[in-house]
């Protein structure tokens, strides 16, 4: 696995990822605490799994979990090489 780019992410590039990836687990905790408080506990437990996963990624620390986070590395795709769902 090519990592240049991942390894090339400066320190502030890496732990601004980090950062909104635990942002985002707090979000998903909130929103599955907001639908188990409307009796959709499945749903809930659904997003509190993934709370769960995204606070892995900003633990992490790894150059695999920058390009999870982050898209950093060869594995992302071009947005302009993506059609749309018409295509």
């Known amino acids: 696995m090519d990592l240049r780019a991942v390894t090339a992410a400066s320190s502030a590039e890496l732990i601004a990822?980090?950062?909104?990836?635990?942002?985002?687990?707090?979000e998903l905790l909130y929103d599955a605490?907001?639908?188990?408080?409307?009796?959709?506990?499945a749903r809930a437990y659904s997003l509190a799994?993934?709370?769960v996963e995204?606070?892995?990624?900003?633990?992490?620390g790894s150059p695999q979990t920058a390009r999870l986070v982050c898209g950093y590395g060869p594995?992302?795709?071009?947005?302009?090489?993506?059609?749309?769902?018409?295509?």
């Open 54 to 60: 995204e606070s892995g990624k900003a633990r992490g």
């Open 17 to 26: 990822c980090a950062v909104a990836a635990a942002r985002n687990a707090q």
């Open 49 to 51: 799994v993934l709370a």
């Open 33 to 41: 605490e907001a639908l188990d408080g409307y009796g959709s506990r």
């Open 75 to 87: 594995e992302r795709p071009d947005p302009g090489a993506v059609g749309d769902h018409r295509s």
